[in-house]
């Protein structure tokens, strides 16, 4: 068979009526079903713990304080999700760990008071 020539003209059997009306709305379906599966997807590729370190990094962000306290924090309206200590001190580790923050000089005896640095690198950064 092979390909046309120009001088040939290539015709599609006519259409149904809807038919190319369901072929849009199946295609647009596609679509939004590959959005969605790349937004499931994406949430999978980080967990729990860096969710809120997310959360704490925006909140840094936005009053850039030179020192953070954990309690001080989780005792604020609308920050109690913070207060199970495991979740707490994972969150708090992975923003040690991308050098966001680190522990606060402990002073006294006792256990330590919760305290952390803010990197400073973030106050000279930020507009």
């Known amino acids: 068979m092979g390909y046309p020539r120009k001088s040939q003209t290539v015709t599609a059997a006519p259409a149904e009526p809807g038919e190319l009306l369901r072929?849009?709305?199946?295609?647009?379906y596609l679509d939004y079903l590959l959005g969605?599966?790349?937004r499931v997807t994406g949430?999978?590729?980080i967990g729990p713990a860096e969710a809120d370190a997310a959360v704490i990094a925006r909140h840094i962000l936005s009053t850039l304080p030179a020192t953070l306290?954990?309690?001080a924090l989780y005792q604020q309206a609308g920050w109690s999700w913070l207060r199970p200590n495991e979740r707490r001190a994972a969150t708090f580790r992975v923003l040690a760990d991308a050098g966001?923050?680190?522990p606060a000089a402990h002073t006294g005896v006792g256990r330590r008071s919760g305290g952390w640095n803010i990197s400073p690198r973030l106050r000279r950064s930020s507009p």
């Open 43 to 45: 949430g999978l590729a």
């Open 69 to 71: 306290n954990e309690r």
């Open 23 to 28: 072929l849009f709305r199946a295609g647009g």
């Open 100 to 102: 966001w923050i680190r």
């Open 36 to 38: 969605m599966f790349d």
